[in-house]
């Protein structure tokens, strides 16, 4: 098994594409007969992912099979399995055949095996719950509301917090299209980005799953040792609870989205206090959560503002 370090990020030999292609029949579209024609498309893979820890199987989440090893550290630092990247001694993902994971012919699966720091796996044992098959959301399976795990990490406050302001965010956002290679040819792909104070796009990773993009950035970034450096995330989706949940369990301060957030992902980033800026699309964008100590709630803060 490899020990997680940056050389470790490509995804093994036998890996599964993230794309695939397909024959369609395509109708309606302007110069096509009314019979239709055939013609090849480009359909996003999306595949189980088994996330095992220590040989045992912890959850079974569907996703975009590319950067596996930084999504499964992501998803245990954000789901509070890990405390640091350190406490993964080693990470390794292999693609298993459909007969032997009893799925349906032509459906491979993939096993993405932790070892994990004993510490980590005695606590992951007193709060396993079962997964398999979740939206991300954060409760699913969960039995009772006292089960729910809904109240966020506190963000330290950062100085430079309101330099993540309207132009900031739109000139991120306006670098991202570019680098989103695997949405360019399929579509149905989300995005997570990572961009400087100054709005400088560095990083992006890309999923089925808008969490599991989100995981794949933050294990990269934590893989890099860069969680700690000022910058905030970008998505290309709603703003909804789990996403700020992940965000401020490692200390994020400041998350951007493309579509419009739900009440208790702005709940959350009020608790937090991240700040959260919703619906940005030039010139227009939302500040719902300032992430200033000792601000007023988001139903009075917020504020929408438009570029020039």
Known sequence: MSKPDLANLADPEDALPPLSRHAVHVFGERGVAPEGVVRDDTLAAEVPVALVFNGVSHAVMMATPQDLEAFALGFALSEGILDTAADCRGVEARTVDATDAGLPEGMPGIEVQLEISTRSFERLK???????????????????????????????????????????V??????????????????????????????????????????????????????????????????????????????????????????????????????????FWGLCRAPRGVLYADGLAGSPSASTASATASMP
Do not use: Y
């Open 126 to 168: 007193d709060r396993r719950r079962s997964l398999a098959g979740r939206t991300g959301c954060g409760v699913c399976g969960v039995e009772s509301f006292a089960g729910l795990d809904l109240t966020p990490q506190r963000v330290p406050p950062r100085d430079w917090i309101e330099r993540i302001d309207l132009a900031t």
């Open 170 to 275: 739109l000139r991120a956002f306006a670098a991202m299209p570019p680098r989103q290679i695997l949405n360019a040819e399929a579509g149905a792909i989300h995005a997570a980005a990572w961009a400087t104070i100054d709005g400088e796009l560095t990083d992006l990773m890309e999923d089925v799953g808008r969490h599991n993009a989100l995981d794949k950035l933050l294990g990269k970034l934590a893989l890099a040792g860069r969680l700690e450096e000022p910058g905030f995330v970008l998505m290309s989706s709603r703003g909804s609870h789990e996403l700020v949940r992940k965000c401020a369990r490692l200390g994020i301060a400041a998350m951007a989205t493309i579509s419009a957030p739900t009440s208790m992902g702005v709940r959350m980033a009020e608790l937090s206090g991240l700040r």
